[in-house]
Nanobody, 117 residues
Framework: QVQPVESGGGLVQAGGSLRLSCVAS????????MGWFRQAPAKQREWVAQ???????NYADSVKGRFTISRDNAKNTVYLQMNSLKPEDTAVYYC???????????WGQGTQVTVSS
């Protein structure tokens, strides 16, 4: 069983930066994709960024150029570097680890990010 645990959230002013971390416990041998999602109050959870086993990355248009996803395989950790933060980035950020074909998905408990104007 894989269990992701997020950290790094907090309160930051608009224009500031935060780095989120997601550390995974358990065997990562079946994990092919690692992603970040977010959910703002009264809104549906939305995809933010993804990195797959080969290192390819993808981003939602709303964060492209401001956020960077990366991974450290030795530490079983995926990061989300968030720069030029905006109030609309305020949300609970979730890490998701997925097997090939997204047959199994493992979610973390989330970390709150609040951006003040």
């Amino acid at each position: 069983q894989v269990q992701p645990v997020e950290s790094g959230g907090g309160l930051v002013q608009a224009g500031g930066s935060l780095r989120l971390s997601c550390v995974a416990s358990g065997s990562m041998s079946s994990i092919n994709a690692m992603g970040w999602f977010r959910q703002a109050p009264a809104k549906q959870r939305e995809w933010v960024a993804q990195i797959i086993s080969g290192g390819s990355t993808n981003y939602a248009d709303s964060v492209k150029g401001r956020f960077t996803i990366s991974r450290d395989n030795a530490k079983n950790t995926v990061y989300l570097q968030m720069n030029s933060l905006k109030p609309e980035d305020t949300a609970v950020y979730y890490c998701r680890l997925s097997t090939t074909g997204f047959i199994k998905n493992y979610w973390g408990q989330g970390t709150q990010v609040t951006v003040s104007s």
